[in-house]
């Protein structure tokens, strides 16, 4: 209790207090540590603030029941989020007397969001409909829908064509299981699918997988992230940002209490970095989870149900001002030496650290890829396209605005 209420010494003081008394029947001797640490974790925490500017979207989108999981895409034009609000498809309750969820979108107009709209047939029925991840350019969203007999469910993928939504369409078995898959996110190329899962095999509670998609539309068998990213506790609502950068939400690692959100990037050993908390004010002692971030890590979304929102779980957007304001925005093309378009992938490295900052990749069809760039950093930039040599090139942009856009084009010469 007294760690719910922030009151984090007093919490230390009384866990202490039950250790000596050793009521460990009740709670086991390593739960008690783990919430000493966790009181310990979050005091430091909110003694050292980061810089993170947290922000209530408003009541146009929250209400007094839960909104979550909000989806937005690149552009930061279009928002998808479930809700438990009244008078959704149905308008009926499940057996915990919550109604049940709906997806709702809204768009953003002069920099503010709209009125939402219940996004409609075939997405929602009159049961579980929850949106799980969309692609960069939301065409194509996963949602997760329960059974009929509101025992379980499974994932779904649907695309929009027309402005009509498809009829979902299941996943295969390869991802959905007769356990619990109920939050996943897309990669920058929709062909990579994270997922949390709490299937057997895994490190305890609900982990990450990863799936890649094949030629033919079928996904393949899931790899677990491994004990790096997955601890004996839960991790959920994975979101990757430029292949390289991936969030998700822990109970476990260096937690200050449910859940919080944590960042791990990709090395070049493909292996992933340790998880680090994005720390105070972005994570509470309540639940933080299903952060959406833009491809410029500075602007995110995310539900929580700390205190002093307007219901349950609200959204919230997060701006992150350690970051730099300025963003360097490289467009072009990959082409042959005769100017034919080529599907390429783009590795970004800061040469500084020789870190990878991004993978990205062209389009099939004409060749056009987007980097996105800090200014005034040395960067090596990788081109690669099979059949062909290696391109490496080292790029340098300044920036008089807050956002530059340059034209930066690559050829690429076939192997003897």
């Given at each position: 209790i007294y760690h719910l209420q922030e009151e984090f010494k007093t919490a230390i003081r009384y866990y202490h207090y039950f250790k000596q008394e050793n009521y460990f029947e009740e709670i086991p001797l390593?739960?008690?540590?783990?919430?000493?640490?966790?009181?310990?974790?979050?005091?430091?925490?909110?003694?050292?603030p980061k810089n993170i500017n947290i922000i209530n979207i408003g009541k146009v989108i929250n209400t007094e029941f839960s909104e979550y999981v909000p989806l937005v895409d690149a552009k930061d034009s279009v928002m998808f989020f479930t809700s438990r609000r009244e008078g959704g498809t149905g308008n009926k309750k499940d057996p915990y007397g919550l109604y049940f969820e709906d997806i709702y979108y809204s768009l953003k107009k002069n920099g503010e969001w709209t009125e939402p709209l219940n996004i409609g047939a075939p997405l929602n029925t009159?049961?579980?409909?929850?949106?799980?991840?969309?692609?960069?350019?939301?065409?194509?969203?996963?949602?997760?829908?329960?059974?009929?007999?509101?025992?379980?469910?499974?994932?779904?993928?649907?695309?929009?064509?027309?402005?009509?939504?498809?009829?979902p369409k299941l996943l295969s078995e390869n991802i959905n299981s007769k356990y619990q898959e109920a939050s996943a996110c897309f990669s920058e190329d929709g062909n990579v699918l994270y997922f949390s899962s709490n299937r057997p095999g895994g490190f305890g509670g609900k982990d990450i997988y990863r799936s890649v998609r094949f030629g033919n539309g079928e996904w393949s068998l899931p790899v677990n992230l491994g004990a790096t990213i997955n601890s004996e506790y839960d991790e959920d609502a994975p979101f990757i940002v430029n292949d390289t950068v991936l969030y998700f939400s822990s109970k476990g690692h260096q937690n200050i209490g449910e859940y919080d959100i944590f960042k791990?990037?990709?090395?070049?050993?493909?292996?992933?970095?340790?998880?680090?908390?994005?720390?105070?004010?972005?994570?509470?002692?309540?639940?933080?989870?299903?952060?959406?971030?833009?491809?410029?890590?500075?602007?995110?979304?995310?539900?929580?149900?700390?205190?002093?929102?307007?219901?349950?779980?609200?959204?919230?957007?997060?701006?992150?001002?350690?970051?730099?304001?300025?963003?360097?925005?490289?467009?072009?093309?990959?082409?042959?030496?005769?100017?034919?378009?080529?599907?390429?992938?783009?590795?970004v490295i800061d040469q500084q650290n020789h870190k990878i900052q991004g993978v990205?990749?062209?389009?099939?069809?004409?060749?056009?890829?987007?980097?996105l760039l800090s200014p005034n950093v040395n960067y090596e930039v990788?081109?690669?396209s099979k059949g062909f040599q290696p391109l490496t090139d080292i790029i340098n942009y300044s920036a008089k605005e807050k956002i530059t856009e340059i034209n930066k084009n690559f050829q690429l010469i076939p192997k003897l």
């Open positions: 390593k739960e008690v540590n783990r919430r000493i640490e966790q009181s310990l974790l979050a005091q430091e925490m909110k003694k050292n009159e049961t579980h409909d929850a949106c799980v991840a969309i692609t960069p350019d939301a065409k194509t969203m996963l949602i997760f829908r329960t059974n009929k007999n509101l025992m379980g469910g499974d994932l779904y993928i649907t695309n929009i064509k027309n402005n009509q939504w498809s009829e791990s990037v990709l090395q070049k050993d493909s292996t992933w970095s340790e998880p680090q908390n994005l720390g105070y004010p972005l994570n509470s002692v309540d639940d933080d989870i299903y952060l959406s971030v833009l491809p410029d890590e500075i602007t995110a979304y995310y539900s929580s149900d700390k205190k002093g929102g307007y219901g349950m779980q609200d959204i919230y957007k997060v701006e992150m001002l350690d970051k730099s304001k300025f963003l360097i925005i490289a467009k072009g093309k990959v082409t042959d030496t005769s100017g034919v378009p080529l599907k390429a992938k783009l590795t990205f990749r062209s389009n099939a069809k004409n060749g056009k890829f987007i980097l990788v081109v690669e």
